[in-house]
């Protein structure tokens, strides 16, 4: 396969969409690991996955839903395999807002409402990736946990492991499955003067049990702001116990992975794993 440059962009677009080849290029820096994503001109953004990838889904999964109170892509045009590039990719509208940072204020408020809006959609969809029951991927967590014991991170495997083991002890859910976006990471949230205006990569996103778009609460918010998310998004004891092995799950897999080679997805793991008491404050 080609290297992923702003070159196979333009090739890329002088065979398909002719009309955009002679707009400006330039790669965006971003913490995501599946998709290259490039702005073009002023307007739009090209997506090129990093791996084989249903690009169609996240327009067809964007267009059956309705009610949500922020922004979210729009496909301006799907794109074929060419250029020895071997997957579709796709053209989108672009999303003004900066991406979030952990950490920082953030709007629980608007947070909270986006995904009950999300949660409330009653049309059908494909499967959440995280919608699954945690016991599914209880043996990769553990394994994350012991890895990541044995590397020079500051990290209590012990308190990891409670958290974990009260999280797939909790009682599941039992309830009809609901719409979540299920990859909740600060980088897909969009702010502008402090409001959450967008939510970006749908990908993911499906039925399954909501707990998995609690996870914001650990990678994004602290304190206060995590209270005021939980109380609006009113959620049972049992789907925020879910929600926060959700979020030690992901930290615990992506730390060991990325932490030398993703500066991005490091920091928030470590976040996640300091909120939870897993690792010392800074």
């Known amino acids: 396969?080609?290297?992923?440059?702003?070159?196979?962009?333009?090739?890329?677009?002088?065979?398909?969409?002719?009309d955009w080849a002679d707009r400006p290029v330039s790669p965006l820096a971003s913490g995501g690991t599946v998709n290259a994503v490039f702005r073009l001109g002023d307007d739009l953004t090209v997506r090129l996955p990093r791996t084989a990838e249903d690009v169609s889904k996240e327009h067809r999964v964007l267009t059956a839903l309705e009610g949500l109170p922020v922004a979210v892509p729009e496909v301006?045009?799907?794109?074929?395999?060419a250029e020895g590039y071997p997957w579709p990719w796709a053209v989108h509208r672009w999303l003004e807002g900066e991406p979030a940072l952990e950490g920082r204020d953030a709007p629980a408020?608007?947070?909270?409402?986006?995904v009950v809006a999300l949660r409330a959609n009653k049309v059908d969809g494909p499967p959440a990736y995280r919608g699954r029951p945690l016991t599914t991927v209880d043996q990769a967590t553990r394994r994350a946990i012991e890895e990541l014991s044995r590397t020079d991170e500051p990290f209590d495997a012990d308190k990891a492991l409670a958290v974990w083991a009260e999280a797939v002890d909790a009682p599941?859910?039992?309830?009809?499955?609901?719409w979540v976006h299920s990859d909740l990471m600060p980088s897909n949230l969009l702010l502008r003067d402090g409001r959450l205006t967008g939510v970006l990569d749908w990908a993911t996103?499906?039925?399954g049990?909501?707990?998995?778009?609690?996870?914001?609460?650990?990678?994004l918010l602290s304190?206060?702001?995590?209270?005021?998310?939980?109380?609006a998004v009113d959620t049972d004891d049992a789907t925020w116990v879910r929600g926060r092995g959700w979020a030690l799950s992901m930290a615990v897999i992506q730390l060991p992975y990325h932490r030398h080679t993703n500066a991005v997805i490091s920091a928030d793991a470590r976040y996640v794993?300091?909120?939870?008491?897993?690792?010392?404050a800074p």
């Open 1 to 18: 396969m080609p290297a992923i440059d702003t070159a196979l962009v333009r090739r890329l677009l002088r065979g398909q969409f002719p």
């Open 76 to 81: 301006a045009a799907l794109g074929e395999p």
């Open 109 to 114: 408020r608007d947070l909270a409402e986006f």
């Open 172 to 178: 599941q859910w039992t309830g009809p499955p609901r």
């Open 205 to 207: 996103a499906g039925l």
């Open 209 to 219: 049990d909501p707990a998995c778009d609690l996870i914001a609460a650990w990678n």
């Open 223 to 231: 304190g206060t702001p995590r209270e005021v998310f939980r109380d």
């Open 273 to 280: 794993l300091t909120e939870l008491g897993c690792r010392p």
